[in-house]
């Protein structure tokens, strides 16, 4: 139940606010004031439900489930079968529709972000007397630990979601202004941000 709802919640999130939230992410970077607004609504609705007063409904909701055959597992190989699988698929459809080398190349890479993410987290920045979680590239919690760390950082020291999130703003803010196309854009009309603060 939790998976249902928490999915529906984003497409419609994704759909008021023209974008998922690592678009918006990178659009903050660039001078849009609606992702950024957009963000900081998001960052403390995700913070009250991991932590906050809507964590006993996420709990309740993610209490309610239903048994699914595990079709990986009885693949040879698992998991990593069927993500070869995936993988081969999902080239095979991306050099059907005649992308170009370098943006393929771009996009092969950042898919190659998530899996090296889990790796390094779970082996590189582990460290016995200090153990962290292992993760990879998402944005919900990445967004709530960095709207966290800037209200309380004497007392919380930044973490990767904080390192993933400061990356990818200033990343963005730095090839826009390497361009020249960096420029402020905010909120047409009442009811655009009305669409933009429900969304987020």
């Given at each position: 139940?939790?998976l249902?709802?928490?999915?529906?919640?984003?497409?419609?999130?994704?759909?008021?606010?023209?974008?998922?939230?690592s678009?918006?992410?990178?659009?903050?970077?660039s001078?849009?004031?609606?992702?950024?607004?957009?963000?900081?609504?998001?960052?403390?609705?995700a913070?009250?439900?991991?932590?906050?007063?809507?964590?006993?409904?996420?709990?309740?909701?993610?209490?309610?489930?239903?048994?699914?055959?595990?079709?990986?597992?009885?693949m040879?190989?698992g998991?990593?079968?069927?993500?070869?699988?995936?993988?081969?698929?999902a080239?095979?459809f991306?050099?059907?529709?005649?992308?170009?080398?370098?943006?393929?190349?771009?996009?092969?890479?950042?898919?190659?972000l998530?899996?090296?993410?889990?790796?390094?987290?779970?082996?590189?920045?582990?460290?016995?007397?200090?153990?962290?979680a292992?993760e990879?590239?998402?944005?919900?919690?990445?967004q709530?630990?960095?709207?966290?760390?800037?209200i309380?950082?004497?007392?919380?020291?930044p973490?990767?979601?904080?390192?993933?999130?400061?990356?990818?703003?200033?990343?963005?803010?730095?090839?826009?202004?390497?361009?020249?196309?960096?420029?402020?854009?905010?909120?047409?009309s009442?009811?655009?941000?009305?669409?933009?603060?429900?969304g987020?």
């Open positions: 139940a939790g249902v709802v928490g999915g529906l919640l984003f497409g419609v999130g994704m759909v008021l606010t023209r974008g998922c939230v678009r918006l992410t990178v659009l903050s970077g001078g849009n004031l609606r992702a950024l607004t957009v963000l900081l609504v998001f960052a403390v609705t913070h009250a439900t991991l932590k906050g007063v809507l964590a006993p409904l996420r709990t309740a909701l993610t209490g309610v489930s239903v048994d699914v055959p595990n079709v990986a597992g009885g040879p190989g998991g990593v079968a069927m993500g070869t699988l995936l993988l081969v698929v080239m095979w991306a050099r059907s529709a005649k992308t170009p080398g370098a943006a393929f190349a771009s996009a092969l890479l950042l898919g190659l998530v899996p090296l993410g889990w790796l390094l987290t779970a082996t590189v920045l582990q460290d016995d007397f200090d153990p962290i292992v990879s590239l998402s944005f919900t919690l990445p709530a630990e960095t709207l966290f760390w800037l309380a950082s004497t007392a919380v020291g973490g990767f979601g904080v390192g993933l999130i400061g990356g990818v703003v200033f990343g963005a803010l730095a090839v826009q202004l390497l361009r020249g196309e960096f420029r402020w854009q905010s909120f047409d009442p009811r655009q941000t009305g669409r933009y603060l429900a987020g």
